[in-house]
């Protein structure tokens, strides 16, 4: 079964650019769309985008002018590029397959990683 | 402010019935977009517990189950027990803006 795991830096300084990539195994990233998902320490969870694997994207009203989504077929790995970050930015991220609708449900999700930003 | 209304805690005690509220509007449940469920036990990723407003995945038990009308949807766990203590979150799409898909702010669960 599809299995995704995150990787990045778990410190980040203000102002800079969060990198991470999700690496998906046990199936193939073309033909599915995929999510970055993020939850704050005790709060809840907050979509951030998604990207098919042809590289469309679709991104949070909310987060559209500092995020950046990505895809490497050949890696079968998708990326998030978040820049200009301040503490509120200080999450676990995760990432997750779909959804691929309107009307659809993202699953499964990968561990997730956190992300602090701190100087 | 989530766009997804639940409620932040419930309790139960083991057995009983309990039900976790998400109320919308006319731009996300209200529209007609599906209603689902994810259950995120304690250190742990979430996990779909209930998809297409009222269909379980394979091996998630028939205790759970949900349901939509309205501008809202709930979610019904029968026969509560230990193991269903952790954080239960909504999610639909909502076509407010440029649209985007959006979650409740959580219910913590609590078994007594």
């Known amino acids: 079964q599809v299995q995704m795991q995150e990787s990045g830096p778990g410190l980040v300084k203000p102002s800079e650019t969060l990198s991470l990539t999700c690496t998906v195994s046990?199936?193939?990233?073309?033909?599915?769309?995929w999510s970055w998902i993020r939850q704050p320490a005790g709060k809840g969870l907050e979509w951030i985008g998604r990207?098919?694997?042809?590289?469309?994207?679709k991104y949070n009203p909310s987060l559209k002018s500092r995020v950046t989504m990505s895809v490497d077929t050949s890696k079968n790995q998708f990326s998030l590029k978040l820049t200009s970050v301040t503490a509120a930015d200080t999450a676990v991220y995760y990432c997750?397959?779909?959804?691929?609708?309107?009307?659809?449900?993202?699953?499964?999700w990968g561990q997730g990683t956190l992300v602090t930003v701190s100087s | 402010q989530s766009v997804l209304t639940q409620p932040p805690s419930v309790s139960g005690a083991p057995g009983q019935r309990l039900t976790i509220s998400c109320t919308g509007s006319?731009?996300?449940?209200?529209?007609?977009?599906?209603v689902h469920w994810y259950q995120q036990l304690p250190g742990a990723a979430p996990k779909l517990l209930i998809y297409?407003?009222?269909n379980r995945p394979s091996g998630v038990p028939d205790r759970f189950s949900g349901s939509k009308s309205g501008t809202s949807a709930s979610l019904a766990i029968t026969g509560l027990q230990a193991e269903d203590e952790a954080d239960y979150y909504c999610?639909?799409?909502?076509?407010?803006?440029?649209?985007?898909?959006?979650f409740g702010g959580g219910t913590k669960l609590t078994v007594l």
């Open positions: 997750a397959r779909g959804p691929p609708g309107w009307y659809n449900w993202i699953d499964p």
């Open positions: 046990g199936g193939s990233i073309s033909s599915y769309y």
């Open positions: 990207i098919y694997s042809s590289g469309s994207t």
């Open positions: 006319s731009s996300n449940i209200g529209a007609g977009y599906d």
């Open positions: 297409g407003n009222g």
């Open positions: 999610q639909s799409y909502d076509s407010g803006l440029s649209g985007s898909w959006v």
